[in-house]
Nanobody, 121 residues
Framework: VQLQASGGGFVQPGGSLSLSCAAS????????MGWYRQAPGNHRELVATITTRNSPFYADFVQGRSTISRDNAKNTVDLQMRNLRPEDTGVYYC????????????????WGRGTLVTVSS
């Protein structure tokens, strides 16, 4: 199982950006999916998660500025970010919990490799 994130880039403050993450492999099902970020010099932190029933959770610092969504049939999770601020700069990682895959006995957790978001004027 692999997670591939895309959509990062450079944006000016106040701008918008959409991130996408696709899980591939012999996947039978995925539990919660989410996005995390790590700013330079900081720990990795949760940005947003979404359950299999599309119930979202947002960190306070993106509440009202972001929308997370998923497509269970395609094993994808997207994050739309609006009104971006310089402090939103960082590497954004997608994460998949409770991934059941063919040939694997136990569910596992996976991280994508990250995509860089830079917010600057």
């Amino acid at each position: 199982v692999q997670l591939q994130a895309s959509g990062g880039g450079f944006v000016q403050p106040g701008g918008s950006l959409s991130l996408s993450c696709a899980a591939s492999g012999r996947i039978l099902g995925i539990g919660v999916m989410g996005w995390y970020r790590q700013a330079p010099g900081n720990h990795r932190e949760l940005v947003a998660t979404i359950t299999t029933r599309n119930s979202p959770f947002y960190a306070d610092f993106v509440q009202g500025r972001s929308t997370i969504s998923r497509d269970n049939a395609k094993n994808t999770v997207d994050l739309q970010m609006r009104n971006l601020r310089p402090e939103d700069t960082g590497v954004y990682y997608c994460r998949a919990f409770n991934v059941r895959a063919a040939g694997s006995f136990d569910p596992a957790e996976y991280w994508g490799r990250g995509t860089l978001v830079t917010v600057s004027s």
